[in-house]
């Protein structure tokens, strides 16, 4: 990577607006994200640079977001006044809000009070996204989560009476832990989800779960099949949710419009430490440490081949299971492949992980569990 950053190595991005709290109160026994616990200083500090940021990064005077993300971490853990700086920071960059179309918020049951859901609720085009992850209390102490059942359940009954649009985030292939299914099946009848997203569990390097796996107290969740896969599926599908993407579902009219113009893919601007940024064939990713990205250090800067960005295109639009993969668009932005890229194609259909109808290539649903696989055997 390159670290010669200039603003002007960005070329007008407007698609989607990302905004990274890099808060947490607690660090999951799972998770290998950056985060760090929230002080008073230290959130202060965020919201100044990140007032800065935003001056540098977005191009004035007329930029056109169609959507905002303000994703972490848990962007409610920095209580409400903080939040509301945050909100403020971003709306002077909402000139045309009727080009809004969808404004969401993370958050984690546990941090969300009455009073922040009916602050949120006043925000135009407003989508909140909750991390549920489980449906029980031993599971989410397998996971290591901080929230209860009983803050779950708090946390959806003040949801769901003030804000229309709710999507909740789900962890499967949990260790020792029986199929998400059945719980979700009983959740999504209880309350009007329109959105679920719902991804098998990785382990990441120096987590208390690596830890409990090599040592045996914990079976290797990659040792789990897909069948939970294929469970969940089938309940969503059955209460009426769309699986569009390989780990999303949403009820018609709901996918997430944010995450779509990544997979398409658009071009966004990502504030905040971690956070990406990407236009053309540019990608700039700030430092993923608050106190250095705090100091101004410069994004790393990338220029993807196009042999990348060919690679990224095929495996985005493959991981959209209704849209697909357009052979004639991808011929228009790549050109014509070599004759092996067609054979392996063919090779894929016959063997039952692709269907082809005229131009759209899209997944199996014997290919979906070897997914990357499929994938990869496309890359060049
Ligand atoms: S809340 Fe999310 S980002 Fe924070 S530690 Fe848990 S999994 Fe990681």
Redo the contacts with the bound molecule.
């Keep these: 990577m390159n670290h010669n950053f200039a603003a002007e190595n960005l070329p007008t991005a407007e698609g989607g607006l990302y905004v990274h709290v890099p808060f ?1 109160l ?3 026994d ?2 290998g ?1 950056y ?1 760090e616990v929230p002080g008073q200083s230290s959130v202060d500090c965020y919201l100044t640079r990140l007032t800065g940021e935003a001056g540098e990064r977005i191009h004035l005077p007329h930029p056109k977001f169609t959507t905002v993300f303000v994703g ?3 962007p409610t853990c920095i209580g409400l006044e903080k939040l509301k700086r945050l909100v403020d920071i971003i709306m002077p960059y909402l000139p045309d809000k009727s080009a809004l179309q969808e404004w969401t918020f993370e958050s ?1 049951p546990e941090t969300l009070t009455s009073e922040m859901v009916d602050f949120l609720a006043t925000l135009p085009s407003i989508r909140l996204s909750i ?1 549920i992850q489980r449906l029980n209390d031993h599971e989410l102490s397998v996971l290591g ?2 929230a209860s059942m009983d803050a779950v359940n708090r946390a959806m009954d003040m949801v769901f009476s003030r804000v229309q649009n709710v999507g909740g985030d789900f962890i499967m292939g949990v260790p020792g832990c029986p199929s998400l299914a059945g719980d979700l099946h009983n959740l999504v009848e209880k309350y009007p989800f329109n959105h679920v997203s719902a991804y098998f569990l990785t382990v990441e390097e120096n987590t208390p779960m690596q830890r409990a796996v090599v040592s045996g107290l914990l079976p290797d969740p990659a040792d789990i099949d897909a069948t939970e896969l294929y469970e969940t599926r089938d309940v969503l599908v059955a209460s009426g949710f769309e699986h569009y993407e390989i780990s999303n579902y949403a009820r018609p009219g709901f996918r997430c419009r944010h995450n779509l113009n990544y997979w398409r893919p658009g071009s966004y601007i990502g504030l905040g430490p971690a956070a990406v940024s990407s236009a053309d064939d540019i990608r700039l990713s700030n430092v993923a440490d608050l106190s250095r990205w705090l100091t101004n250090e410069a994004p790393a800067l990338e220029k993807l081949s196009q042999k990348d960005r060919r690679n990224e295109h095929l495996m985005l639009r493959l991981r959209l299971l209704l849209d697909g993969l357009d052979i004639v668009d991808f011929e228009r932005h790549f050109g014509r492949q070599a004759d092996e890229f067609y054979a392996t194609l063919s090779g894929q259909i016959d063997s039952g992980n692709l269907l082809r109808y005229d131009s759209l290539v899209r997944l199996t649903d014997q290919g979906l569990r070897i997914a990357d696989e499929v994938m990869a055997s496309l890359f060049i």
């Design positions: 947490c607690h660090k999951c799972y998770c994200f985060s972490g971490g848990n984690n991390g989560r901080r």
